[in-house]
């Protein structure tokens, strides 16, 4: 199986455990944003509790079913 898609819950997380790109310091930085609006998250896609999920792909068959995994 290898890799065909990652689906994040957050781009970023505020420099907590990685970064913020240099164009959302701002926003990352302030202490409110307006309602629904998370710089961190511009999509508003969750999947499960915060987590991420990779789905793959058999290279070898197309006809092969796909896999998924949530962290």
Request: negative net charge.
């Amino acid at each position: 199986m290898v890799p065909l898609l990652t689906i994040a819950s957050f781009e970023w997380d505020y420099g907590k455990r990685g970064w913020a790109p240099y164009e959302d310091e701002a926003a990352a930085r302030a202490a409110g944003h307006r309602a629904g609006q998370n710089p961190g998250q511009p999509t508003k896609v969750e999947v499960g509790s915060t987590d991420n999920m990779r789905l793959y792909v058999c290279p070898v068959s197309p006809g092969h079913p796909h896999t998924d995994l949530i962290q």
